[in-house]
């Protein structure tokens, strides 16, 4: 019994001792696909929980039997299954979800799934395929928590709000970082083709880092460079365009016959001789021929027959050059546009350098006749690694651009259309007669705009180097430059329009110069202690100078009307000239913790200090801090259906200096020579009373004490990708309050010289949500699909008014905006409560200079009398919600999008109505919109649109409900479809990839029916957006 107790003994220790001898600590390291250690990532054992986590170079150390099966993950990345063996090396590749994907974040790099603020990722290869030419317009409702709005402009661009305005004098708009130089210019001189990534930050958290101008959040754009290849690559996209105004989009103008009926309908209603009254305008209505026309004559009761023509024998004007017509000025100024664009670019990459060389070209025939644009931009980005120690680089573009721009919209809108385009002689351009406004002919302004071209040179970029001189430590020092220069040569000739003429010649010249620099300089350290707590130390200080040049000359009457000829030397009569230099400078010192537990907690404290010579002595410097923090709970669920789930909090503050250089000083103007009327800031009537041989007039009083203004955020949001990534999607509340707001409110006379000052005063509080949702996958037949949408609104309210300042801000009889708990952008007026049908109900409303058919004010303080007391919160500038949906197809080599985008519950103040819905608000000669033709009269008194009239004695065009509209709309902005070249076909052409596409842009638009103007986005006299479709193809060598 003793022996085999013996032998047992002897024959475990024997097997013991195997087992402690094959579970040997066997060490590996786990790499991306670019060779790069892997921090964090999961090391187990596979069907165990034994395991352990990547060091900071993405080494590990595990006991575990030789041969046995690990497990390594990471989030972003597709799982791999190995054999444990001493010295392995386990290299990951990024999975199909976006987690992976490295964005820069200010001043840094890190990965989307270690974000804790509120950040959008962009995509940009959506942008690439747009025939429009501004990026952000490109974005239109993409983003949520980002408004857009645009006109149809061919060398306009997209006004970008985020989250709502912040500030009621100081600019709301975005910060711009590219390549790690800001600029607040527009970016339709950047060729987004050139466009890597973009992201924008729009909690304070996210944005702090970039402290004083990033108050109104910030987009951060990086530009391609060359990716690691055996070859040099070749890439070249071309795009043909044509663009048209959709007749859904322009304003119902009335043809001749209508007009004249508006006309003969507004002498009768006011009691007038119709055809004596229509001689003030070059028409009669009792021709022998012409155009047959009727109206209500309420004397009688009955239709009234005209028959309509020019008054001096079928011409508008006695020297009988200009025919009596039925223009179409819309028509007459406008075209059919054409945009077509080039791109090519070359990219190469190696283990050391890598470089990209691109050109870019433009032209835009505008849909405005004898109106285009034309641009031409170069791009090289390089990097070049010397040792493992020194690397360097720079990117730079330069584009050269210029434009013929000129805005007769208005004008065309207006412009009678019984007057012709041209006189008789074919040559002469056409103009008012008679009682007619002094209006020009808005084709004569578009041809002899002809020739003044605004010409723009820009040159953008930075160069860098960067030092890692121990393992973590990146050092950095990066020079931006942003170089603008602007010149126009615009010249006046002399015309004749009949009674409308100009008989002196001038010519003006313009430029403008701009040089901004920025100098950054970054330590950047990675470290960990253990295998669990990671951490990322930012550091840094940057220096900004932002200098603007601008002159100006003037000169008149030249002895020869040619473009070359006519600069100021020649001129023999006025000349002048003016200029002016300013800038300003900030200095700003700043930095950054970042924090990493287990992939399962996540923080970061940042915080920044400002300097800026805008501000006095007394508040020269602001501080700027936010804090963060992530919990990804999916780490803690575990369940397979569940990718990544992230919580989300945030707080933090940024600065706003965007004010004008000069508005802490105390400024004068000097006068020479000048009336006493115009020596002095009070609005006396001094004409003639003597003149004073110089002085000075104060014109704004100094404030040594202005200080930054402020803007705190909080910021609650939740990321989620769920079902094997196929569901996707982000949530975000947020409450931003912005506090200290700069102003230059208006100010009374009786206050005297200098009355106009720069306060810090008003408070303002937005608060809203944001949604991002979307699904994807590939059914079984190979039809690969992505649906994804967001929506997104807020809320706003002005909290505080300084007492000084409640009168220089819109309120009604009882309350300001802060008591009624408004947004700024409100608006007070009537409230409109139909029109009188009657001469008793006239006399009862208490309403002065009322008449029947006319609009009926609210007597809303019940006095019987209709005064200011009456007018009430009538507009809000806030919409209920925008929104947008993508809808994504793939199919073999076809692709399809479509993508639809929308506002709901938007006030719009559509003052077009004065044009559309009143014969005399706006001049009496002028065109109208047809919807004359169904106002109010005794015999139609179910109308809502009041009874014509020669004079505005009501005074019918002040601020009422009657010009508020539901501007809700939904927009059907793109629809693409695409062919990619099959593999064979590509072989054989010997190209890597090919891909053609037909697009349509802004096809669709549907609208309240209670909207009278015909593009809610532009219910004013702006241009409105265009229909186009394009063609294009993109390919690669």
């Known amino acids: ?232 690559k070749v890439d070249f996209s071309a795009n043909l365009t044509t663009q048209f105004y959709n007749k859904q989009t322009m304003m119902k103008l009335a043809n001749t016959s209508e007009y004249a009926t508006a006309m003969a309908q507004a002498a009768m209603n006011d009691g007038l001789d119709p055809e004596q009254y229509a001689n003030n305008y070059g028409l009669t209505l009792n021709a022998a021929n012409g155009k047959h026309i009727q109206a209500y004559d309420p004397a009688t009761g009955q239709m009234r027959q005209f028959i309509v023509n020019g008054l001096y024998d079928g011409f508008m004007n006695s020297k009988k050059t200009m025919r009596f017509s039925d223009t179409d000025w819309l028509d007459a100024i406008s075209r059919t546009g054409f945009l077509q664009s080039y791109d090519l670019s070359l990219s190469n990459a190696t283990e050391k350098s890598s470089a990209l060389l691109s050109f870019g070209y433009k032209k835009n025939n505008g849909i405005l006749k004898y109106t285009d644009f034309e641009s031409f931009s170069g791009r090289i980005n390089t990097s070049y690694k010397v040792n493992k120690i020194v690397s360097v680089g720079e990117n730079a573009t330069i584009t050269y651009s210029n434009q013929v721009d000129c805005q007769p919209l208005e004008n065309a809108l207006k412009m009678s259309p019984t007057l012709p385009v041209y006189e008789e002689d074919g040559k002469t351009f056409s103009g008012p007669v008679g009682g007619m406004s002094d209006r020009q002919n808005p084709l004569r302004e578009l041809y002899h705009n002809r020739d003044n071209r605004l010409k ?152 920044r200090r400002d300097g800026s010579s805008r501000f006095g002595e007394n508040n020269r410097y602001g501080t700027f801090p936010a804090f963060t923090l992530g919990y990804r709970l999916s780490e803690n669920l575990k369940q397979e259906w569940i990718n990544d789930l992230k919580l989300r909090a945030s707080w933090g503050e940024t600065g706003n200096q965007a004010i004008s250089n000069y508005a802490r000083y105390g400024l004068y103007a000097a006068t020479y020579g000048g009336g006493r009327n115009e020596s002095t800031a009070y609005d006396l009537a001094l004409a003639g009373s003597g003149i004073f041989p110089s002085g000075f007039r104060a014109t704004q009083s100094q404030n040594n004490n202005l200080k930054w203004e402020t803007t705190e955020q909080y910021n609650l949001g939740i ?143 019940g006095n019987g009398i209709i005064n200011e007391q009456d007018q009430t919160w009538i507009f809000n500038p806030v919409p209920d919600f925008s929104w947008g949906l993508n809808f994504e197809l793939g199919y073999k080599d076809f692709d399809f999008s479509m993508f639809w985008q929308g506002v709901a519950g938007q006030d719009v103040y559509n003052d077009q109505k004065f044009q559309t819905d009143f014969y005399s608000i706006t001049d009496a000669g002028s065109n109208k919109g047809n919807r004359m033709l169904d106002a109010w009269t005794t015999a139609n008194t179910g109308s809502n649109i009041p009874a014509l009239t020669t004079n505005n004695v009501g005074n019918e065009n002040r601020t009422s409900t009657y010009f508020v509209e539901n501007g809700s709309y939904a927009k059907l902005r793109q629809v693409q479809i695409g062919y990619n070249l099959s593999d064979n076909l590509l072989k054989k052409v010997r190209m890597s990839s090919a891909r053609v596409y037909i697009s349509g842009h802004n096809l669709l638009t549907l609208k309240s029916s209670s909207l009278t103007c015909s593009d809610p986005e532009n219910p004013r006299w702006m241009y409105p957006n265009s229909t186009s479709f394009s063609i294009g193809i993109q390919t690669s060598f």
Not at 528 to 555: K, Q
Not at 567 to 591: C, H, K, M
């Open 1 to 232: 019994m003793e022996r085999l107790r013996r032998f047992l003994t002897s024959t475990l220790l024997i097997f013991a001792s195997t087992i402690i001898y094959a579970q040997t600590e066997l060490t590996g390291s786990v790499v991306d696909e670019n060779g790069e250690g892997v921090i964090g990532a999961t090391v187990k054992e596979k069907g165990t929980t034994s395991g352990t986590v990547t060091d900071f170079d993405g080494n590990f150390k595990l006991k575990v039997e030789a041969g046995t099966m690990l497990v390594v993950s990471y989030i972003g990345y597709d799982n791999v299954e190995v054999a444990a063996a001493p010295g392995m090396k386990v290299q990951l590749k990024e999975n199909a979800s976006e987690l992976a994907e490295v964005v820069v974040t200010g001043y840094q790099s890190q990965r989307k799934a270690d974000l804790t603020g509120s950040v959008a990722v962009v995509k940009t290869n959506d942008m690439k395929t747009s025939s429009d030419t501004d990026p952000m317009r490109a974005l239109q409702g993409k983003v949520p928590g980002m408004t857009i709005t645009s006109n149809g402009s061919p060398v306009g661009t997209g006004t970008i709000r985020i989250r709502g305005g912040g500030s009621f004098n100081s600019s709301q708009d975005p910060l711009f970082i590219i390549d790690g130089v800001p600029t607040t210019t527009s970016l339709n001189t950047l060729n987004m083709n050139d466009i890597e990534s973009m992201q924008v930050l729009k909690d304070a958290a996210s944005a702090s880092i970039y402290g004083s101008r990033a108050a109104n959040g910030v987009i951060i754009i990086t530009t391609r460079n060359g990716k690691k290849g055996d070859k040099v």
């Open 719 to 861: 990321d989620f990708t769920l079902f094997g990534s196929s569901v996707y999607g982000t949530m975000d509340a947020y409450i931003k309050n912005v506090k200290d707001m700069l102003i230059n409110p208006a100010y009374l006379g009786s206050v005297g010289e200098g009355g106009a000052s720069w306060l810090n005063g008003p408070s303002l509080r937005n608060w809203g949500m944001e949604f991002a949702l979307g699904y994807r996958g590939t059914t079984d037949f190979g039809l690969k699909y992505n649906v994804n949408g967001n929506l997104d609104f807020f809320r706003q309210c002005v909290t505080y008014l300084p007492e000084t300042t409640t009168g220089s801000y819109v309120h009604t009889a009882k309350e300001n905006l802060v008591e009624a708990k408004k947004p700024y952008g409100s608006i007070v007026g009537y409230v409109v409560d139909g029109l009188f049908q009657n001469r008793e109900e006239v006399l009862a409303g208490g309403q002065e200079n009322a008449r029947v058919g006319g609009l009926k004010y609210a007597d809303l303080d």
């Open 456 to 607: 723009m040179w820009r040159i953008f970029g930075n160069a860098y180097v960067n030092l890692q001189p121990v393992k973590g430590l990146t050092l950095r020092s990066n020079f931006g430059l942003d170089y603008w220069s602007e010149f126009i040569h615009s010249v006046t000739y002399t015309w004749h329009s009949d009674v409308v003429n100009n008989s002196t010649p001038s010519a003006n010249l313009g430029t403008k110069n701009s040089v901004k620099w920025t100098w950054s300089n970054t330590a950047n350290y990675k470290f960990n202690i253990g295998a669990d707590h990671n951490f990322i130390v930012l550091a840094g200080m940057e220096l900004h100078r932002d200098v603007e040049e601008r002159s100006s000359a003037y000169a008149q009457m030249y002895a020869l009307e040619n473009y070359d000829y006519m600069w100021p030397d020649a001129a023999t009569g006025t000349q002048r000239a003016g200029g002016i230099r300013e800038g300003y400078n900030l200095v700003s010192f700043f930095g950054k913790l970042d924090y990493n537990w287990k992939d399962l907690v996540l923080a970061s404290f940042t915080i």
